[in-house]
């Protein structure tokens, strides 16, 4: 592992060309201060805005950038591609419109390692949501709930995606769900396997740019699929 990156960023990108143009500053700059060594893959799901001419111009100027698109694919489906090409010893899932901070990456791999984790969720809700709206921030509280009754009372943020994995065991597990409740599903799985899952506090910013790409009901549906047949490993 000797030439390889501590840390992967996996980043699934879906129509986020404003975003991407400042990547550079807003993205790279920050982890570069936060991080000892990392590398960071994009991973498109169809784009049809210019994101991806963006990150393959990204990938062109700056060295451990890799920008992975070619055709449409779910939110799975990138997330699978990425995990198989991330070469870091960890692996930490970023929101592509940066809405947690990329300087908060240095306090996920801290708390990784003097933890003893295998996973390490960055969760707002011991820390702060910053200019989100009342309703999605009651529905996220909702959700969370039920999956903490379902799952482990111990833990506040199952579906946000900010998270920090032992990447030799994130590779072991098979992925099932789409959309966000993915992000839940992970979570389940390492507590499944009996792989030890904790916290951090971090603050969650509403978007500046571009639009979001959630479609309620169909995460709603997810997450219900997901309490009732709970996980396979």
């Known amino acids: 592992m000797a030439n390889k990156p501590e840390v992967s960023i996996i980043i699934p990108c879906l129509n986020e060309a404003e975003n ?3 990547y550079g500053e807003t993205l790279l700059a920050p982890l570069r201060a936060a991080l000892p060594s990392f590398e960071v893959i994009f991973s498109d799901g169809g784009s049809s805005d210019g994101t991806m001419e963006a990150l393959w111009r990204l990938a062109g100027e700056q060295q451990g950038v890799t920008a992975l698109g070619g055709g449409k694919a779910t939110f799975r489906a990138s997330l699978e591609k990425a995990i198989s090409a991330a070469q870091g010893r960890f692996i930490i899932f970023m929101e592509a419109d940066l809405s947690f901070s990329p300087a908060d990456t240095a306090r996920l791999l801290t708390g990784i390692k003097e933890s003893g984790s295998d996973c390490v969720c960055g ?3 011991l820390g702060d949501f910053i200019g ?3 309703a999605r921030r009651m529905l996220s509280l909702g959700a969370n709930t039920l999956l903490r009754l379902r799952f482990s009372p111990r833990l506040s943020s199952f579906t946000q995606i900010f998270k920090i994995y032992d990447a030799e065991k994130l590779k072991k597990l ?3 769900t ?4 993915l992000d839940a599903e992970l979570v389940a799985k390492f507590l499944k396997q009996g792989w030890k899952v904790s916290e951090i506090p971090v603050a969650m910013r509403v978007r500046d740019k571009g639009k979001s790409k959630i479609n309620v009901s169909r995460e709603i ?3 219900l699929r997901l ?3 709970g996980v396979k490993v």
């Open 221 to 223: 549906a997810a997450c």
């Open 227 to 229: 309490l009732m047949k």
């Open 20 to 22: 991407a143009a400042a």
């Open 174 to 176: 098979r992925l099932e």
């Open 132 to 134: 989100l709206p009342v």
């Open 178 to 181: 789409e959309g966000f409740a």
């Open 123 to 125: 969760s707002p809700f």
